[in-house]
């Protein structure tokens, strides 16, 4: 499904849409509420691991080709690529953007059980979500992400150049979910979600942990279970609730080593009780 090419297309159109284009909607959409120097510090800490992640590209395409390679060695049956021979490139990118995001539900519905979320928790931990939030991801997530794509989709073989559309399609839109604004779709909120929607998911609210974790259709919560959109989101964001730090990106990087290690040893710190729930709680269970 992912090959070096349309990951290459799609990074290079996010690196020069995205980065600009997220930075000015931040300053230009904050709350005023939330301005001040522990924002601008999220902010920065959001940057620093767009350029960490940067600088690690060239490993995260060779696992790829490495998962691909591995998967293509399995033999397994593939849809034939004349299948999508006459299918017009709109219908061919709809359909990538309902695969892609099936997928992702239940990608992102298991990086919030128990020993993923250390590796997601990184980006749940920004305090002052916007567009820029979209960029705080652990290195190890697109690594994790990519091994669901090969095995998941690689069998439909659609052709690379609606599958890089289709990342861009979701790199922005991603982008523009987490924007700090209390827009909805109205009657269309369960096709194509917005920055309401998405800022549930980011609420410190034990309520909303491990809800609405579609990235583009909240449909399939609908339909798993996991919707949760009571009206306009004034909850505090971030992960501070669980113990997760907001913007020492050192204690990001090296936090889900250091949650499994106390997880193992039975020393983590975060485990259900009446007070609150950690986001690995029964909220995401499959």
Not at 27 to 39: A, L, V
Not at 47 to 67: C, K, S
Not at 71 to 81: E, K, R, S, V
């Amino acid at each position: 499904m992912l090959d070096a090419p349309a990951i290459n297309f799609a990074f290079v159109a996010v690196v020069l849409l995205n980065v600009a284009g997220a930075g000015y909607l931040y300053w230009r959409t904050r709350n005023p509420n939330e301005i001040g120097e522990e924002g601008v510090r999220n902010a920065i800490t959001s940057l620093l691991f767009f350029f960490v992640n940067a600088l690690i590209y060239p490993v995260f395409l060779l696992v790829n080709e490495q998962l691909r390679s591995w998967y293509d060695a399995l033999g397994i049956p593939a849809l034939p690529p004349e299948i999508w021979a006459d299918l017009p490139t709109p219908a061919l990118v709809l359909i990538g953007i309902v695969a892609v995001d099936f997928a992702d539900y239940w990608n992102h519905r298991l990086m919030h059980r128990k020993w993923l979320f250390p590796i997601h928790a990184i980006h749940h931990s920004d305090t002052h979500v916007n567009g820029l939030t979209t960029y705080r991801v652990h290195m190890l997530e697109p690594i994790v992400m990519a091994t669901s794509y090969v095995v998941l989709l690689t069998w439909l073989g659609m052709p690379q150049v609606e599958v890089a559309a289709v990342i861009l399609f979701a790199a922005l839109h991603n982008a523009y979910v987490h924007i700090n604004l209390g827009w909805t779709h109205g009657p269309f909120e369960w096709l194509l979600a917005s920055p309401q929607y998405h800022r549930w998911h980011h609420a410190d609210l034990p309520e909303a942990y491990g809800k609405n974790l579609a990235n583009i259709i909240p449909l399939w919560d609908r339909l798993f279970g996991t919707y949760y959109n009571p009206g306009p989101c004034h909850e505090p964001m971030g992960a501070r609730l669980t113990g997760v730090p907001d913007t020492n990106a050192l204690q990001l990087i090296i936090y889900p080593f250091a949650e499994w290690r106390r997880m193992i040893a039975g020393t983590q710190q975060s485990q259900p009780d009446a007070g609150t729930q950690p986001r690995t709680s029964p909220d995401a269970v499959l």
